[in-house]
């Protein structure tokens, strides 16, 4: 059995809340840190509809119990909302002295780099322990290879091409699949490798339209077979409909179809890579508090539990892989 840890013994109570949107394997990350405080003799509490419910007051204590049966679960038990307020000061001053009126000595977020920036802030004003969990489907957390959701949103959107390509073998069809990546197209890079798209549009690189263009008029219209494009949606040339439009004026006699797989990929049951990951996380935070540590995320380097300070993980910007780049131009000849 783990030793248990007695280091910073003034920690006897923690919070755990969830922010922004949500992910699968949230709920695996809070059966993790309330397990984790309670096996290591400390009390845990619930915070619920994230910083909004912090402000408010909405927090409860957690037994084992509480978290019994929701690892498999995906959204959030604790409910999880967007919170302005919380970037003044004032809303901030509430939140701190609600956790104090109950005795609380830490605070793990889960959530991403919004809701970093708001923790990061709240430990300026307060110096409260606060450790993070990276929990997002965009994956595009700097510090972390990985991030509570990912693997589930991608499993999600390989299953759903997988059956649109079904279609689009059927009746010949050219299918213009748009995924979640506002900012980031670490979902659409890695599924469209994994459903073997013919092309691949993302944020981090722009559009060539006219490349693509000749590749439809010397390829695609010489094979007249099935084609999966997948766009996410924050890619420069306007999201799957915006391209698919060009490309229905350009080539008129091509059967295009568009389809937006939208808020599908934040649901479902976790995978088990999420739940484990999810697991692994939620008890390093725990660990982390109780060693003294605080503004920092903990991420997951090389299949190892790291901590990275939030000045990093907000402030520099995660990139796509070249090598997987480079992996769509060398299977797309």
Request: glycine letters at 10%.
């Amino acid at each position: 059995m783990k030793k248990k840890l007695i280091a910073n013994s003034q920690i006897q109570k923690i919070a755990v809340l969830t922010s922004g949107g949500d992910a699968p394997g949230m709920n695996a990350a809070i059966r993790a840190v309330v397990r984790a405080a309670i096996y290591h003799d400390k009390q845990a509490y619930g915070v619920y509809h994230g910083y909004k419910g912090l402000i408010e007051g909405d927090i409860k204590e957690l037994k084992s119990c509480d978290v019994s049966n929701i690892i498999n679960r995906g959204g959030t038990i604790l409910k999880t909302s967007r919170c302005p307020s919380f970037f003044d000061y004032e809303g901030r001053k509430q939140a701190y002295n609600n956790l104090r009126s109950k005795g609380i000595d830490a605070l793990v977020v889960i959530g991403g780099d919004g809701s970093f920036k708001g923790a990061r802030q709240f430990i300026q004003d307060f110096d409260f322990p606060v450790v993070g969990i990276p929990g997002t489907i965009d994956n595009d957390l700097y510090g972390t290879d990985y991030t509570i959701g990912y693997d589930t949103a991608l499993n999600v959107v390989v299953e759903a091409v997988d059956k649109i390509r079904d279609t689009a073998e059927s009746h010949d069809r050219l299918f213009f699949v748009e995924v979640m990546g506002r900012d980031a197209g670490f979902i659409a890079l890695r599924s469209g490798i994994a459903v073997g798209a013919e092309a691949i549009l993302i944020p981090e690189r722009k559009t060539n339209l006219k490349q693509f263009k000749k590749y439809l008029a010397e390829e695609y219209r010489v094979k007249k077979t099935s084609s999966i494009v997948l766009v996410a949606e924050g890619d420069d040339s306007g999201g799957a409909v915006a391209v698919a439009n060009y490309v229905k004026k350009e080539f008129p006699d091509f059967n295009v179809r568009i389809s937006i797989l939208g808020h599908i990929q934040r649901g479902g049951s976790p995978t088990a890579y999420d739940r484990v990951t999810a697991s692994q996380m939620g008890i390093a935070a725990v660990e982390g508090i109780l060693k003294g540590r605080k503004g920092v995320m903990v991420g997951i380097k090389n299949r190892k539990m790291v901590y990275v300070p939030f000045e990093k993980t907000v402030k520099h910007h995660k990139t796509v892989k070249k090598e997987l780049v480079d992996i769509v131009k060398i299977l797309n000849i």
